[in-house]
């Protein structure tokens, strides 16, 4: 029997908020919980399929255009991640390029088809805890990840999925900044079919003498 995708109780009351049912969600509202928001600003930039989630071989692939900026000085980035709506597997974000062997200059997904960004276009080796910013500084670009799961069945093509960015700062301090998420299931391979044979095309089985 086939299983529905485990949600947590948190990201889906997220979820449901994002749709745009108004409901109260502790960790979110709760004046005890408060971001960030004198210390960074997060932006989504370009268009709708510019940040992305996608099927890519035969795990997950994330793209999502940001621009991220310090609002006071010697702010620094100690760690990130995403949540979704499910629950990710063994999510990596995709490595500096040029702390590999041998370096190169385009970040890549891997796989039979090999997608590549150039690495000036993206942002994952400014997020380090050695790069401190300076007030008003910002960075902008493609920010890259990749997952061993799959994206749930019951999500269509063409979807947007509400998630967060978590920023941690080099204090440990937690800034949640919602995103969206184009689901683009192009590269899906479709299930293998075989034909039903009708009951009169086999020949009977004929036994041994």
């Given amino acids: 029997m086939k299983q529905k995708p485990q949600y947590d109780e948190l990201a889906l009351a997220r979820r449901i908020r994002a749709a745009g049912c108004l409901i109260y969600i502790p960790e979110d509202d709760d004046p005890a919980q408060a971001t960030l928001t004198d210390e960074v ?20 692939g994330f793209r999502i255009s940001l621009a991220i ?9 100690s760690h990130y991640e995403l949540e979704l709506p ?20 385009e970040y890549r997904f891997g796989g039979t088809n090999d997608l590549q960004f150039d690495r000036d276009l993206v942002i994952n080796h400014e997020l380090r805890v050695t790069h401190c910013f300076a007030d008003g500084e910002s960075v902008e670009g493609l920010l890259l990840g990749c997952d061993q799961g799959t994206i749930p069945d019951d999500v269509r093509h063409g979807a947007m999925i509400a998630g967060y960015l978590i920023l941690r700062n080099q204090r440990s301090r937690e800034f949640r900044a919602p995103i969206e998420l184009w689901c683009n299931r192009g590269q899906r391979k479709a299930p293998i079919r075989t034909k039903r044979r009708s009951l009169f095309e086999s020949r009977d089985l004929v036994p041994c003498k």
């Fill in 86 to 105: 499910w629950k990710l597997g063994a999510f990596t974000w995709l490595e500096d390029p040029k702390n590999l062997v041998p370096p190169r200059q």
């Fill in 69 to 77: 900026t310090s609002l006071r000085r010697n702010f620094a980035v």
């Fill in 41 to 60: 600003k997060v932006c989504q930039t370009g268009g709708v399929i510019d940040s992305s989630v996608f099927d890519y071989a035969g795990g997950t």
